[in-house]
């Protein structure tokens, strides 16, 4: 069974999902790598050029492709649980985690990075990143409550994570 990692853009899926790959012995994946090498673009790029309808469609289809995978930790772009039934879909294929973070955590965090990797946050100053984020983490929590298991993101224990996910797994496939 795969382990999808779902949470706000900085909140650390991918740092997350490759630690936990390495400690359960599972194959990692980032789904916004997947895209850049599947379509020979960046994703800020993609973006400017064909809008975030085209993206959030061409993301669905490669995340549907994930279903081959076996055994993997996949980390999801922070709006893909959020489109085109996506969530309904992840709640089906595999095991949905959310790395939860507070507003603040994530404003700080994002104001670190690149914006430019970030084309939401594209040209907006730190206040206008912090509204952003309170707005947006709105509409998005509702998908990302919805993930099988919620997580604490702040400095998280991958031992302990895995400990946790290994047992949820291991319940969830006595069942099916």
């Given at each position: 069974m795969n382990i999808y990692l779902m949470g706000y853009m900085g909140c650390g899926k991918t740092?997350?999902?490759?630690?936990?790959?390495?400690h359960s012995g599972r194959g990692f994946l980032d789904l916004d790598t997947l895209f850049e090498?599947?379509?020979h673009t960046r994703i800020p790029d993609f973006f400017r050029?064909?809008?975030?309808?085209a993206f959030r469609e061409k993301e669905s289809a490669l995340l549907k492709k994930t279903a081959k995978r076996k055994r993997c930790i996949i980390a999801l772009?922070?709006?893909t649980p959020c489109f085109n039934g996506n969530m309904d879909w992840l709640k089906s294929h595999g095991f949905s985690v959310y790395l939860q973070?507070?507003?603040e955590s994530l404003a700080q965090r994002l104001q670190k990075q690149e914006k430019q990797k970030r084309p939401l946050l594209s040209g907006?100053?730190?206040d206008e990143v912090r509204n952003h984020?309170?707005?947006?983490?709105?509409?998005r929590e509702n998908y990302y409550l919805q993930a099988d298991c919620i997580?604490?993101?702040?400095?998280?224990?991958?031992?302990e994570l895995w400990q946790c996910l290994a047992l949820h797994i291991a319940a969830r496939e006595k069942t099916e």
């Open positions: 740092r997350t999902g490759r630690e936990l790959a390495a090498e599947t379509y050029q064909y809008g975030e309808a772009g922070g709006g973070l507070g507003v907006l100053s730190a984020i309170l707005n947006h983490l709105k509409e997580w604490p993101g702040e400095n998280v224990s991958v031992p």
